[in-house]
């Protein structure tokens, strides 16, 4: 974006030339000349001029949403939701299933790290797996111009996010689901209808809040 010309035959994004220009200007201590990166054509610093007719065509481009597929980013923090979840489901198992130990041992033995990516790959082509859709994977199916695109993002429900109180990153589409559980959310204590957050809730009411019944130490 920002097309502009060094010389009469190519184009250059404003940002990266300017970047270039710097450090060729560090380096020869000349300033006033600028080199082509393409054709070594030598011209004046003055001649680099903005091609807005390159910028409204760049403008206009159809694409489509960055997460209309898995990315790095985006397979990482799938990876680290499925595992969350993961762990949930062995601790329900754990409560409700005795379950032969050295059994599950001999089966982790076997597992290696491009298992574990199999297995994810698997369930993102599948549509995941697990309780209340944790594994489910939906992709942006948003086309549009180029210069729609971050007017996009700031609403796209794939985009991932973080949460402002837990710091834990998540589906802006998923926000709601996320409040019923993150540990930091502000819930109401029943006793001083303070919002305290939800993983010091119980510390609150016995220890904190003044309108918590207690025990007189004299009298009992």
């Known amino acids: 974006q920002d097309a502009v010309a060094v010389c009469e035959s190519h184009f250059f994004c404003k940002t990266c030339i300017e970047?270039?220009?710097?450090?060729?200007?560090?380096?020869?201590m000349v300033g006033t000349v600028v080199e082509c990166p393409s054709c070594r054509e030598?011209?004046?610093?003055?001649?680099?001029?903005?091609?807005?007719?390159v910028d409204r065509i760049v403008r206009n481009l159809d694409i489509k949403c960055?997460?209309?597929?898995i990315t790095a980013i985006?397979?990482?923090?799938?990876?680290?939701?499925m595992k969350r979840s993961s762990s949930v489901t062995h601790v329900?198992?754990?409560?409700d299933i005795d379950y032969d130990e050295e059994e599950e041992d001999e089966d982790?033995?076997?597992d290696d790290d491009d298992g574990e990516h199999k297995r994810v790959d698997a369930d993102i082509a599948g549509g995941g797996s697990g309780s209340g859709g944790v594994g489910v994977v939906g992709l942006c199916s948003w086309t549009g111009k180029l210069e729609k695109l971050s007017e996009h993002i700031q609403a796209c429900e794939h985009e991932i996010i973080r949460c402002v109180r837990c710091k834990h990153c998540i589906e802006r589409g998923h926000k709601r689901m996320?409040?019923?559980e993150c540990e930091m959310f502000p819930v109401t204590c029943d006793l001083c209808k303070d919002f305290i957050p939800?993983?010091?809730?119980e510390d609150h009411i016995n220890t904190r809040c003044m309108y918590t019944t207690v025990q007189c130490p004299s009298c009992r």
Request: no cysteine; aromatic share 8%; proline share 2%.
């Open 19 to 28: 970047s270039y220009i710097q450090q060729k200007s560090i380096n020869s």
């Open 42 to 53: 030598r011209v004046g610093r003055s001649h680099v001029k903005r091609v807005k007719f």
């Open 66 to 69: 960055p997460n209309h597929e």
């Open 74 to 81: 985006r397979a990482i923090y799938l990876e680290k939701k």
């Open 92 to 95: 329900m198992r754990d409560d």
């Open 108 to 110: 982790d033995d076997g």
């Open 178 to 180: 996320h409040d019923e």
């Open 198 to 201: 939800r993983n010091f809730l």
